[in-house]
């Protein structure tokens, strides 16, 4: 069993950089792979980005390749997302999931956060 809670979310201008962090409890944290996905008013969850339990590999969408940065420190519990040179677009909530492979569904992660909402202005 893991919970999971998000934070570091915010209004931030177009341009601008967040830190979403996601802390972990449980004692096996370190062997889930994690995900970010976030979520628009009226539009479906959408994948974000990936890490497996090793932080080996990383995985990110299309959108967001080059921008955000997927990283995790297991003896923290804690998985970050650093978000650079955001965009209106950007503008979602933001949740944090477990699972035991780095996938891009949403419905393939086991445990999720209650979300942190983030809002790019123009």
């Known amino acids: 069993q893991v919970q999971l809670v998000e934070s570091g979310g915010g209004l931030v201008q177009a341009g601008g950089s967040l830190r979403l962090s996601c802390a972990a409890s449980g004692r096996t944290f370190s062997s889930y792979a994690m995900g970010w996905f976030r979520q628009a008013p009226g539009k479906e969850r959408e994948f974000v980005a990936a890490i497996s339990w090793s932080r080996g590999r990383t995985y990110y969408s299309d959108s967001v390749k080059g921008r955000f940065t997927i990283s995790r420190d297991n003896a923290k519990n804690t998985v970050y997302l650093q978000m650079n040179s955001l965009k209106p677009e950007d503008t979602a909530v933001y949740y944090c999931?477990?699972?035991?492979?780095?996938?891009?569904?949403?419905?393939?992660?086991?445990?999720w956060g209650q979300g942190t909402q983030v809002t790019v202005s123009s």
């Open positions: 999931a477990a699972g035991n492979n780095i996938y891009n569904k949403w419905d393939l992660y086991d445990y």
